[in-house]
């Protein structure tokens, strides 16, 4: 008796094929991003061993923004920069936490929780304080490597103009968040550090001004050179200004601190 023929590969087993070949691409490239990471996490073990870095200064936000800008600038393909963005931004958490323990102090508030966790990483240590003033007084205390405090703006609420009374003999501003992001972010902050950030190549300078009487917001701006109001407040017989310039700051300013300006992605 003939054998019955074999019957011919249905379309779904060849699709159940292609699935699985398609998989075992997927599953190689998983191996392979594995190994460079492995990789790159014994190169970040040798430069902290090395001794190049000085103390205290873990975290350099300055480096970071130069890789992912110059990552945003060769970024091709379906992968949207801002996974991009995300997937590096775990990796220098994770290369911070190699060298350090850090930790980020912060007034309570979930929206700004999130961004800090979107920027420095989900696993970083996060204390929650009751006022911008007491997260200031942890990270001047050493109780934390940063504070991220609500990006300033025009209030009635003294509580809330932590830039009036900056100290910048002691903190720095190291950063404007978020560092990425492609439609305009509902939420910014700030973060401070107790040392200043390393230049990125695109550096913001935050400066407070003093100005007798009540000058415009554009008389300010002007005396500033390029600068632009961040924020303002009238005194008795005086104006104090927050600016954020990109050129030199004026001779009587109080620099609060220098970062990388900050990528607006279009979302094409
Ligand atoms: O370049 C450094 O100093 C590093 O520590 C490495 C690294 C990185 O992972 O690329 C990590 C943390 C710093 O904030 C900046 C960069």
Do not use: C
């Amino acid at each position: 008796m003939p054998d019955a023929p074999t019957p011919s590969a249905t379309p779904r087993d060849t699709a159940l094929d292609n699935l699985a070949a398609v998989r075992a691409e997927i599953d190689a490239l998983d191996d392979a991003l594995q190994d460079i990471l492995i990789r790159r996490s014994e190169v970040v073990h040798r430069l902290a061993s090395g001794g190049a870095k000085p103390t205290g200064t873990v975290l350099r936000p300055g480096r970071e923004a130069a890789i992912l800008r110059r990552l945003l600038g060769r970024h091709s393909g379906p992968l949207p920069p801002t996974a991009l963005v995300r997937l590096w931004r775990e990796l220098f958490a994770s290369s911070v936490a190699q060298q350090s323990q850090f930790s980020i102090a912060l007034p309570a508030d979930p929206a700004l929780g999130r961004l800090a966790a979107e920027h420095f990483g989900v696993n970083t240590p996060q204390r929650q304080h009751p006022s911008l003033h007491a997260a200031l007084a942890a990270l001047g205390s050493r109780d934390a490597s940063i504070a991220i405090l609500p990006w300033p703006h025009e209030s009635d609420r003294n509580a809330e103009e932590w830039w009036a009374h900056f100290d910048p003999t002691h903190l720095s501003v190291i950063a404007r968040l978020p560092f990425y992001s492609d439609r305009e972010p509902p939420l910014e902050a700030a973060v401070i550090g107790l040392h200043s950030a390393d230049p990125s190549g695109h550096d913001a300078t935050l400066l407070r001004l003093e100005v007798q009487g009540e000058p415009s917001r554009a008389a300010l701006a002007t005396l500033s050179g390029t600068g632009r109001v961040v924020a303002m407040r009238r005194e008795e017989g005086f104006t104090r200004a927050l600016i954020e310039t990109m050129g030199e700051a004026p001779p009587d300013a109080v620099i609060l601190g220098r970062y990388a300006v900050p990528e607006r992605g279009a979302k094409t």
